[in-house]
């Protein structure tokens, strides 16, 4: 689990998305401290995921609120970035598995991901982890010179059934066993 201490690693891997690339729709890069609040806000309610090697964070993956009316507090919008030297090699597939263990055991249902057009490793990837596409969005957003389509996608996270799960806190979530054992058990070899 992150905490706001590793703002400044994963600003590292995130930053040149928000400069080079359509990736995030982010057009400035945040300082540290606006980051470590971002991630403090969703971390109170989600877990944020670090994979490390060697001390140093080489992939993260969060879930951040979907919209703010109540009957959507189900849903999670979920994002993943892992290090470009650090590619294929299961790594954002861990971070996201390993995420919607977590999100299930809270009670979330759906996870939820918006793709800026095109990105095919993306693409791949979520449909590899089981993700069906909801849409696209057609020039939904204007970065470095051009129009953007964002295409979503959904993923459900459990089984459908009429029991209402009631959101576990951040806190019930870390002191149960099953966390402790999700947690110990992700290793990529
Ligand atoms: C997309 C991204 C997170 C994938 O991370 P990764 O750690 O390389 O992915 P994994 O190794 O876990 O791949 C799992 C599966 O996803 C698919 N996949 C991943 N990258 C792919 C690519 N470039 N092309 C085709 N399929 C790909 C494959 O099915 C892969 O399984 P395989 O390697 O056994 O064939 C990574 O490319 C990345 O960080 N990109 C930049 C940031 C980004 O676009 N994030 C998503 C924002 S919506």
Known sequence: M??????????????PFIKNTATSFE???PTVAQFAQRMA?????APWLICEEDQV???YAYASPHRGRAAYQWNR?????????????GIARLLYETLFELLSLQG???????????????????????????????????????????AWYEKFLGEESA???TIQSMEQLMSSEAYAKIILSANVS
């Open 108 to 150: 979330y249902t759906n996870a939820l991901a918006g793709i800026v057009q095109p990105n095919e490793a993306s693409v791949r990837f979520h449909e590899s982890l089981g993700f069906e596409k909801v849409g696209t969005y057609r020039n939904i957003g204007y970065k470095l010179g051009a129009w953007r389509d964002v």
């Open 2 to 15: 992150a905490t706001p201490a590793d703002a400044a690693q994963i600003l590292d891997i995130y930053a």
């Open 77 to 89: 919008e979920v994002s993943v970035y892992v290090h470009n030297h650090h590619y294929r090699k």
């Open 57 to 59: 964070i080489i992939g």
């Open 27 to 29: 057009m400035e890069v």
């Open 163 to 165: 029991a209402i799960p």
């Open 41 to 45: 806000h969703y971390l109170a309610e």
